[in-house]
Nanobody, 122 residues
Framework: VQLQASGGGLVQAGGSLGLSCAAS????????MAWFRQAPGNEREFVAG????????HYADSVKGRFTIARDHAKNTVYLQMNNLKPEDTAVYYC????????????????WGQGTLVTVSS
């Protein structure tokens, strides 16, 4: 499975950005797709995930109410809409996919996309 992320960039605090991540290759059986992020000097952390055919969604408390994750099964693509961005959201954002495992569990993800930088200025 290959993951290609796009989107990101520079935005002022309070603004919005959208990320997308397209999966290709042996995507049959991919159950969970998620976004993680890593700020300089910090560990990579869970942001949002979507799992199962009925798209159960999960969010980190820090982004709940501001970020929305969505999945298009036909396009094998997951999206992350980020609203009301804050400077502390600045990080490299990574999409990830796995066949099974805890949606928030970073080690359970087998496939990772390249990171895309999101910078939020104050």
């Amino acid at each position: 499975v290959q993951l290609q992320a796009s989107g990101g960039g520079l935005v002022q605090a309070g603004g919005s950005l959208g990320l997308s991540c397209a999966a290709s290759g042996r995507t049959l059986g991919v159950d969970q797709m998620a976004w993680f992020r890593q700020a300089p000097g910090n560990e990579r952390e869970f942001v949002a995930g979507v799992m199962g055919f009925i798209d159960n969604t999960h969010y980190a408390d820090s982004v709940k109410g501001r970020f929305t994750i969505a999945r298009d099964h036909a396009k094998n693509t997951v999206y992350l809409q980020m609203n009301n961005l804050k400077p502390e959201d600045t990080a490299v954002y990574y999409c990830a996919a796995n066949m099974r495992g805890g949606v928030r569990d970073l080690p359970s993800y087998d496939y990772w996309g390249q990171g895309t930088l999101v910078t939020v200025s104050s």
